[in-house]
């Protein structure tokens, strides 16, 4: 596992972070990075990865802090509101989005501005948890593939696995004993060249989309030794709420029966 050196200047929020969280994170779990390199040592990128539990942020941001980049993430606008915790997100460079409204076209200026101005973006394209039933890749939104198309910069497909151990899917105690191995690994870019170059519009976006969500689909399959299903879970299509919980409507019902 190679590291690269931080060139960017931290900043006191990152500062903070990297002092608190990295050596939290060393003591709770064991990591296997492979391929981190693959992120670009400079210049606007995207790195775009599954979504697998809450504590998926911190261990990606990891990730990428240990290849030599600050990591910038697109996180929900609620988070913000909080006083101390909006201001230390603000500090850090994180960009508030309000998922599902009309308002998240504010985030998507702010994530093309900060991919001009040479910043490494985080997003997890499948905008939630995944809803899959086996935690594999679900079907992607739009966001990422909209940014790179209108700023052209590399994005960076990275599969991981591991964090729903420590961490299951909306749970609120993690489990640290045995420590858990984190494995993450960095693709090549998305080929998106010849979609740059073809007429903008749904269907170019949707074709970058699914390039996409197919190239972190085969590092999770690398990584996990198994075989996807050939096609990728849709909430809509299964009748799935898109936030939140997907639990809690089915918990809801369940003390109503038994009252």
């Given amino acids: 596992m190679r590291v690269r050196k931080l060139e960017q200047k931290r900043g006191w929020a990152m500062t903070v972070a990297a002092v608190i969280l990295k050596p939290t994170l060393l003591g709770a779990t064991s990591r296997t990075w492979i391929d981190g390199e693959k992120i670009p040592a400079t210049g606007g990128c995207i790195v775009v990865i599954n979504h697998i539990s809450h504590l998926d942020p911190l261990l990606s941001a990891h990730f990428v802090y240990d290849h030599g980049r600050l ?10 509101s909080n006083k101390y915790l909006g201001g230390f997100l603000t500090s850090a460079g994180q960009i508030p989005v309000e998922r599902l409204s009309r308002n998240a076209i504010g985030a998507y200026d702010a994530a093309v501005r900060a ?26 939104k739009t966001g990422a593939a909209r940014i790179a198309l209108a700023t052209g910069c ?11 151990e420590v961490l299951p899917p909306y ?25 740059l170059a073809a007429p903008q ?12 969500m197919a190239a972190i689909t085969a590092l999770v399959e690398d990584i996990r030794g198994e075989t996807a299903p ?26 109503r029966r038994t009252r």
């Fill in 71 to 80: 990591p910038r993430y697109l996180a929900k606008s609620g988070l913000f």
């Fill in 115 to 140: 991919i001009e101005q040479g910043e490494c973006i985080v997003i997890y394209p499948e905008g939630t948890l995944t809803r899959d039933p086996d935690l594999w890749p679900m079907k992607g």
């Fill in 154 to 164: 590399p994005v960076i497909p990275v599969g991981q696995w591991g964090a729903q």
């Fill in 171 to 195: 749970t609120k105690k993690p489990h640290l004993v045995p420590r858990k191995d984190i494995v993450m690994k960095a693709g090549d870019p998305v080929p998106l060249d010849d979609l």
């Fill in 201 to 212: 519009g749904a269907a170019t976006t949707a074709a970058a989309t699914d390039r996409i």
């Fill in 230 to 255: 050939a096609e990728r879970f849709d909430p809509r299509q299964q009748g799935v709420r898109e936030t939140g919980n997907p639990h809690d409507d089915a918990q809801r019902a369940r003390r």
